[in-house]
């Protein structure tokens, strides 16, 4: 079953526009998400886990169980944060599972 | 100063001719995992070693094996590629299961002729 679903393959928005990048999972335990970023030509790395409640280059986002969901939020893209982006869960055996990503791009 | 290196980076490989790539890292990490991404679909975990302790996922074909001869190189076999296992294979590695952010490397793009 998949357990995590990023219905956007693609986003486009003009630089200095909120983004939000949508994520929903399916886990009955109680997951740990993350999301990864990965820059054109780069490794995919983590951006921000959502244990840490932390905002990493202006990006947040909020785990909400009662919609299984944990969205990626910024309130004024830059061209530099375009890239693909990963919506990740592990499991309560140290599984990982990665949503099909969506490619952020931040228009001029 | 990688910290997760990948050899080589593409890979040719012929129909059923065996497969071997090599991960390695500088980061002294107990977990390491392999990971196969066909375009345009997520990251699927294969395996992971925990230490030496390795974990299979259910669905990963018996075609896949792996190696962990020490905490720094983990291989990933493929005994008899097929056309359908071409792929972006990704090696990662994290510092153990509780709640630590995965390291990856730059991945092997695999070809299969």
């Known amino acids: 079953a998949q357990r995590v679903t990023q219905p956007e393959k693609l986003l486009s928005v003009f630089k200095g526009a909120p983004v939000e990048l949508k994520c929903n999972y399916s886990?009955?335990?109680?997951?740990?998400l993350f999301w990864y970023v990965q820059y054109s030509r780069q490794r995919l790395q983590l951006l921000l886990r959502h244990i840490s409640r932390e905002s990493i280059k202006g990006f947040t986002a909020d785990l909400n169980k009662g919609e299984t969901s944990f969205h990626l939020k910024k309130p004024f893209a830059q061209e530099e944060d375009s890239a693909m982006y990963y919506c990740?869960?592990?499991?309560?055996?140290?599984?990982?599972?990665f949503g099909s990503g969506t490619k952020l791009n931040v228009k001029p | 100063d990688a910290m997760v290196i990948q050899n080589p980076r593409y890979q040719v490989t012929q129909f059923g001719k065996p497969v071997t790539l090599s991960c390695s890292q500088t980061?002294?990490?107990?977990?390491m995992y392999w990971y196969q991404q066909k375009s345009s679909q997520a990251p699927k975990l294969l395996f992971h070693y925990y230490d030496k302790d390795f974990n299979n996922e259910a669905d990963t074909p018996d075609n896949f094996q792996s190696r962990r001869p020490n905490t720094s190189f983990c291989f990933l076999d493929i005994r008899s590629p097929g056309l359908g296992d071409a792929a972006m294979y990704l090696c990662a590695t994290s510092r153990g299961t509780g709640y630590y952010e995965q390291y990856f490397g730059p991945g092997t793009r695999l070809t299969v002729t």
């Open positions: 990740a869960l592990r499991d309560n055996f140290n599984k990982f599972y």
């Open positions: 886990y009955s335990g109680s997951p740990e």
């Open positions: 980061l002294n990490h107990n977990v």
